[in-house]
């Protein structure tokens, strides 16, 4: 079985991000300008980067978890 406290701790960081994301795309359709535009797509690619990493994670820590 997963570490039941790692798995919280990834689960909320999962959660901070996704909410992260939101806001900024939410932020973005009321910007207007190319450098806004240009900030927001590198802190919406951020972001995703690290939603994809924490994800991997999560999927790694459970699958190791199943081949105990």
Request: hydrophobic share 40%; glycine share 2%; proline share 1%.
């Amino acid at each position: 079985m997963a570490d039941p406290e790692a798995l919280a701790e990834i689960e909320q960081r999962i959660a901070i991000i996704r909410d992260n994301l939101r806001e900024l795309v939410e932020q973005a359709a009321g910007y207007s300008g190319a450098a806004d535009d240009e900030l927001n797509s590198d802190r919406i690619a951020n972001q995703q980067a690290q939603l994809d990493a924490l994800l991997k994670e999560r999927d790694d820590l459970l699958k190791q978890s199943k081949k105990k």
